[in-house]
C-alpha cells in the first residue's frame, strides 16, 4: 500500500502563483509514476500532469510552460509549481501514483491523495 498526502492549494489572483506537495510513505515501487490530476465542480477528473522515477515527464496540453512538475526520490515527494495561473484552473487538485513506466488510463491510478483545492480568481 501507498499513500500520499497532497497539499498546497490555497486562493489565488489570476497570473498568480502556488506549489502542490505530494508526500508518499508505504511501499513504493523502484520503478513508478507520480502525477497530478485536477477536477473542477461538474467536471471528469483530468490528467493535468507526471514524471517517473528516472525523470521523464508528461503534461497536458493547457498546462505546458506555465506549470512545472518535478519530485525528490529521497524523500518520495512530488511537487507541482503552477504559475501564471487562471481561472480554468481553479479545481481540486489531487496527486496519484502507480508503479510502472508511463502515465496510463487515469483507472490504472491505484493511489490517491485526499485533494487540495485550488482557486484562482479573476
Known amino acids: 500500500q501507498v499513500q500520499l498526502v497532497d497539499s498546497g492549494g490555497g486562493l489565488v489572483q489570476a497570473g498568480g502563483s502556488l506549489r502542490l506537495s505530494c508526500a508518499a510513505s508505504?511501499?513504493?515501487?523502484?520503478?513508478?509514476?507520480m502525477a497530478w490530476f485536477r477536477q473542477a465542480p461538474g467536471k471528469e477528473r483530468e490528467f493535468v500532469a507526471a514524471?517517473?522515477?528516472?525523470?521523464?515527464?508528461w503534461y497536458e496540453e493547457p498546462v505546458k510552460g506555465r506549470f512545472t512538475i518535478s519530485r525528490d526520490n529521497a524523500k518520495n515527494t512530488a511537487f507541482l509549481q503552477m504559475n501564471n495561473l487562471k481561472s480554468e484552473d481553479t479545481a481540486v487538485y489531487f496527486c496519484?501514483?502507480?508503479?510502472?513506466?508511463?502515465?496510463?488510463?487515469?483507472?490504472?491510478?491505484?493511489?490517491w491523495g485526499q485533494g487540495t483545492q485550488v482557486t484562482v480568481s479573476s
Open positions: 514524471i517517473r522515477s528516472d525523470g521523464m515527464i
Open positions: 508505504g511501499r513504493i515501487f523502484s520503478s513508478n509514476v
Open positions: 496519484a501514483a502507480k508503479s510502472g513506466l508511463v502515465p496510463g488510463r487515469i483507472s490504472e491510478w491505484l493511489y
